[in-house]
């Protein structure tokens, strides 16, 4: 009999860091070895992470596959699973399924420049890509990181951003960061690095960017809040990225993972698409050929 799709696993959280006064990371082993043996994920995919007795939602993975140890989510607290979720505690179970999703195509990426554009909590399942091409620096070429954010309180893996700001040659990568508030950790960082740290939003950071951002030979990857999708694209088509080029993940019309309930479907009668079977990652290309997608 074929394995049930919608059972989950078992894992145990091993670790819980808070991130953010409604953000925490957790780190989850399978309790089984062979379930542990039988996950391999990439980049951009996603879980189904049961609380029991309450229910179930899909989180993005946020480690790259080429780094061990436990597997990592970031949770924002906004519902009925997530709220549960930030009341367990290390040791406690949860329920596992998948991973699921296309994942960002880091193969069809090699050898081409990396524009990374993070908004907020869309630095969660980013992480995962600029890890990979940290791990595997000399199979890309130029790589950047635009991050943009409402102050450092709510900024996620910000010491690791900083470090990134402050010590570019440690992973060959160019970082710049954007915040809307006034905040003393921010303005003291901003004074200190004028050319990457700006006040305001992420894409005032393409200006801070440009010497370094060629569209020939780059691929920019995006992930933020839905007004974000907007303003970035409108910056990338203004310098001529090609919409194949353009990769965004939109992990957050998913729903069952498996294109059960309908819940993610998008699109008109020429196309129509499961953003958690086909995506979360799509083109730019896709978002002008499916109406609704962004």
């Not at 102050?151 to 470090?163: G, T």
């Amino acid at each position: 009999m074929a394995e049930n799709p919608c059972l989950p696993k078992l894992a145990r959280i091993v670790d819980i860091v808070e991130m953010t006064p409604i953000e925490k990371l957790f780190r989850l082993e399978f309790v089984d070895e062979e379930d542990a043996k039988a996950f391999n994920f990439k980049p951009g995919q996603f879980v189904e992470v049961s609380v029991f007795g309450v229910g179930e939602a899909p989180i993005s993975i946020c480690k790259s596959p080429t780094r061990p140890g436990p597997l990592e989510i970031l949770v924002r607290r906004v519902g009925r699973v997530t709220n549960a979720l930030h009341r367990l505690k290390p040791g406690d179970l949860v329920g596992l399924r998948g991973p699921y999703g296309n994942g960002f195509p880091m193969e069809r990426m090699k050898g081409f420049d990396i524009l990374l554009v993070a908004g907020g909590l869309g630095m969660a399942p980013l992480r995962s890509v600029l890890q990979y091409a940290i791990d595997r620096r000399d199979e890309y070429g130029e790589a950047i990181l635009l991050y943009g954010v409402r102050s450092y309180q709510e900024a996620l893996f910000k010491e690791r951003v900083i470090e990134l700001i402050e010590k570019p040659e440690a992973a060959r990568f160019k970082t710049f960061l954007a915040y809307e508030r006034d905040d003393p950790v921010f303005d003291k960082l901003r004074e200190k690095h004028p050319e990457n740290v700006r006040k305001g939003v992420v894409t005032v950071l393409f200006e801070c960017a440009d010497p370094y951002i060629k569209p020939e030979k780059m691929c920019a990857v995006i992930c933020g809040p839905p007004i974000m999708y907007r303003f970035v694209l409108k910056e990338l088509v203004k310098r001529n990225f090609k919409p194949d080029r353009i990769y965004m993940t939109l992990e957050r019309r998913m729903k069952c993972g498996i294109g059960k309930c309908g819940h993610c479907v998008v699109g008109g009668a020429t196309s129509i698409k499961y953003v958690c079977k086909d995506g979360p990652v799509f083109t730019y290309s896709d978002v002008l050929s499916t109406r609704g997608l962004v």
